[in-house]
């Protein structure tokens, strides 16, 4: 019969109209901003830099390798490079970004720069309330701005940041055992002999 399928659309809709009334798992609209849906865990709009510890400088894991400033297809990001070094989370003298800027009118979300980035030092972040007047300048994000604790991934990713955490982890102890070794060798070889 002609219009079945509307009658029984509007039916769907009266029952779950009268339902909502009753049961608030029929309401499927939230008053934002004071009410939120909870994002899925693998949701992702623009990426940010995780660090670890308190201190953004001291802690930020990229090391400027610009890996992910050459793959990225519309070329958002740009880095400067360090002149000096500084340590990264195992002790290890690396350069760091002087500049790290992402033009986020331009990125994508495509997250390719986390794939490709060797350090762990570069992950989507879910913050989607960035809506600014200006059109260029406000859109582009600094170091300063990209720059969030490894605990805020924690919170936004806790499985992803969890695995990340332990293979970091697994690292640093990998290579503080390779450094006992090679310590007890080189002792080995200047003890003299009996
Ligand atoms: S998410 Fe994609 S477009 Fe955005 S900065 Fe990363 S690589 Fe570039
Ligand atoms: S975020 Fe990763 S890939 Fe990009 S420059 Fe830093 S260390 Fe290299």
């Given at each position: 019969m002609i219009g079945i399928g509307i009658l029984k659309g509007m039916a769907v809709t009266a029952r779950n109209f009268v339902g909502s009334y009753f049961e608030?798992?029929?309401?499927?609209?939230?008053?934002?901003p004071e009410e939120r849906n909870p994002l899925p865990e693998n949701y992702r709009n623009f990426p940010f830099l995780p660090y670890d510890g308190d201190d953004p400088h001291a802690g930020l894991?990229?090391?400027?390798?610009?890996i992910c400033e050459k793959e990225c297809p519309p070329q958002c990001i740009y880095i400067v490079k360090s002149e000096d070094k500084k340590p990264d989370y195992m002790g290890k003298p690396q350069f760091y970004p002087a500049v790290f800027d992402i033009d986020i009118s331009v990125?994508?979300?495509?997250q390719i720069c986390v794939e490709v980035c060797?350090?762990?030092a570069i992950k989507m972040d879910?913050?989607?309330?960035?809506?600014?007047?200006?059109?260029f300048d406000a859109l582009l994000l600094r170091k300063s701005d990209l720059a969030k604790s490894n605990e805020y991934y924690q919170r936004i990713c806790p499985t992803d940041a969890a695995e990340v955490d332990a293979k970091l982890a697994a690292a640093a102890e990998a290579a503080a055992k390779k450094k006992a070794v090679s310590a007890a060798a080189a002792t080995a070889a200047t003890s003299p002999a009996r």
């Amino acid at each position: 019969m002609i219009g079945i399928g509307i009658l029984k659309g509007m039916a769907v809709t009266a029952r779950n109209f009268v339902g909502s009334y009753f049961e608030k798992e029929r309401l499927i609209t939230v008053q934002y901003p004071e009410e939120r849906n909870p994002l899925p865990e693998n949701y992702r709009n623009f990426p940010f830099l995780p660090y670890d510890g308190d201190d953004p400088h001291a802690g930020l894991r990229c090391v400027a390798c610009k890996i992910c400033e050459k793959e990225c297809p519309p070329q958002c990001i740009y880095i400067v490079k360090s002149e000096d070094k500084k340590p990264d989370y195992m002790g290890k003298p690396q350069f760091y970004p002087a500049v790290f800027d992402i033009d986020i009118s331009v990125c994508m979300s495509c997250q390719i720069c986390v794939e490709v980035c060797p350090f762990e030092a570069i992950k989507m972040d879910k913050d989607f309330e960035l809506s600014r007047r200006e059109r260029f300048d406000a859109l582009l994000l600094r170091k300063s701005d990209l720059a969030k604790s490894n605990e805020y991934y924690q919170r936004i990713c806790p499985t992803d940041a969890a695995e990340v955490d332990a293979k970091l982890a697994a690292a640093a102890e990998a290579a503080a055992k390779k450094k006992a070794v090679s310590a007890a060798a080189a002792t080995a070889a200047t003890s003299p002999a009996r």
